[in-house]
């Protein structure tokens, strides 16, 4: 890797020591004393290296002329001090191989700015790009402070599974999978007989891995999911995605209280680390992606405060009352369900730091959020952070058979359907909380990009699932 050998001779302090380098060419310039200014970069830093090539390297007049942008080269040379302005060394080249050709004439990527949705086009090749090389960095980095944050504290990491015969939340909003020739029953016109189907009753991707890992937050403790969920909503806006990543802890014995400490206590560990393990491309982010640079400023906002706990009907006044000044899209009622519009404006515009929402309407959650004795809403949390307003949504699981029964019914649920679910209030049943995070909103919170899919390797979307 470029970022730890050049790393390692830094800290060596040794001009001249050898090292041998493999990547990309980003840019070649040529002198007219017959040697070459090339820009390697292999992806493990946002820095490129410059390589020195002279014509004293074996086979130099001949294979410069391959050292394209967008070919793979191997270099072995010397570190040496360069004379270069924001640079502190370089590498002169003894020997030079190139190991894959890019035609100049066809490579998408040449040295100019691209859009973001050019680079949706081209997936294959935009990870070689300063921005999504990036992107990817810092995916690798959160995907690591998450299964830190869990793990140092005793959280057993369970793997739900990706097929599944439960709706979660209920919206069925479910992606069907079957082994039945759906051309053939649709020219048959005869009803589905899901008895000739491989798992012999209807199966679709998963929305959640939450009911699976209430299972064993019943049974082994503290647990949490991390995995790929699938939700079939035909919504072609820069906050949804078809195939998401979701981060799903479940605690026994949490109160709604515990599990709004746990969620705070996450965020800030996450993004404590990116900015540790990503300086150079969270400044990045911040210089370039950001309009107004004030993506490191918005991050560090999110670490110094503590989260505001406020109630959903004390939100809902608070928004009614904000002024002649302040115009909604969408109006705000009790029971309505808040918009991102609304999430901002009390986390960038009343309070200026992030705000937990809780208590919300029984009639806008899932059948499985704990029912207040006010008989009006639900034991369930939202985290509110800056610039993209929901990042987690959670609650106090329902533990009581009678009403997780009742609220089942109330949401045109089949408790035969969830057997094994209603089970776990039949032995043992016990208080616990869990929450969940999509994965893709965290990287476009501390990224600072402005639609969901660059923060994926490969989105899909409504009428798109290339690559």
């Known amino acids: 890797m470029l970022r730890m050998k050049v790393a390692q001779a830094l800290k060596s302090g040794q001009d001249g020591q050898a090292v041998d380098l493999r990547g990309w060419v980003r840019t070649r310039r040529d002198s007219k004393q017959a040697f070459s200014f090339v820009e390697l970069n292999d992806g493990s830093c946002l820095a490129n290296l410059q390589i020195v090539i002279d014509a004293n390297v074996p086979g130099y007049a001949d294979a410069i002329k391959h050292v394209t942008t967008g ?33 100049p004439l066809k490579y998408p990527l040449q040295k100019k700015g691209h859009s973001m949705e050019f680079l949706r086009e081209i997936a294959h090749l935009r990870p070689r790009t300063n921005t999504f090389g990036a992107v990817t960095r810092v995916r690798n980095a959160a995907s690591a402070a998450i299964h830190h944050f869990f793990q140092s504290r005793g959280f057993v990491y369970i793997q739900s599974p990706v097929i599944t015969t439960s709706d979660c939340e209920g919206a069925g909003q479910m992606f069907q999978v079957t082994t039945l020739d759906l051309h053939k029953l649709a020219a048959s016109g005869k009803p589905v007989n899901f008895e000739l189907d491989f798992f012999a009753k209807p199966a679709s991707l998963t929305v959640s891995g939450q009911l699976e890992a209430e299972i064993f937050a019943t049974s082994v403790g503290d647990c949490y999911t991390f995995g790929p969920t699938f939700r079939a909503e035909n919504s072609n806006t820069t906050r949804h995605l078809a195939e998401f990543w979701m981060v799903e802890p ?30 150079a491309d969270m400044a990045f982010f911040n210089e370039r992606i950001d309009e107004k640079h004030e993506l490191l400023t918005t991050m560090q906002n999110i670490l110094d405060h503590e989260f505001i706990r406020l109630p959903y009907t004390e939100a809902v006044e608070l928004l009614r009352n904000s002024g002649q000044n302040q115009k909604f899209e969408f109006q705000v009622e009790w029971g309505c369900d808040l918009q991102s519009e609304h999430e901002r404006f009390l986390t960038e515009q009343h309070f200026k730091q992030p705000v937990i929402l809780f208590d919300y309407p029984r009639t806008l959650k899932p059948f499985y959020m704990r029912c207040n004795d006010d008989g009006k809403t639900v034991r369930a949390m939202d985290v509110l952070v800056p610039r993209v307003g929901e990042i987690i949504g959670g609650s106090q699981r329902e533990e009581r058979l009678d009403v997780l029964l009742e609220r089942m019914k109330e949401c045109h649920l089949d408790p035969e359907t969830y057997w094994w679910y209603v089970d776990l209030r039949r032995y043992g049943t016990v208080p616990h909380s869990g929450f969940g995070l999509g994965f893709e909103r965290l990287i476009q919170l501390v990224t600072g990009l402005g639609n969901i899919r660059d923060c994926i390797p490969f989105p899909r979307v409504p009428k798109s699932a290339d690559f």
């Open 250 to 279: 479940e605690m026994p014995f949490y109160e709604l209280t515990d599990n709004m400490q746990l969620a705070e206590s996450f965020i800030k560990s996450v993004i404590g680390d990116v900015l540790k393990n990503c300086e």
């Open 71 to 103: 070919a793979s080269i191997a270099i072995e040379g010397e570190i040496k001090d360069s004379p270069a302005k924001g640079q502190r060394v370089e590498v002169h080249a003894k020997s030079l191989r190139v190991l894959g050709e890019a035609d």
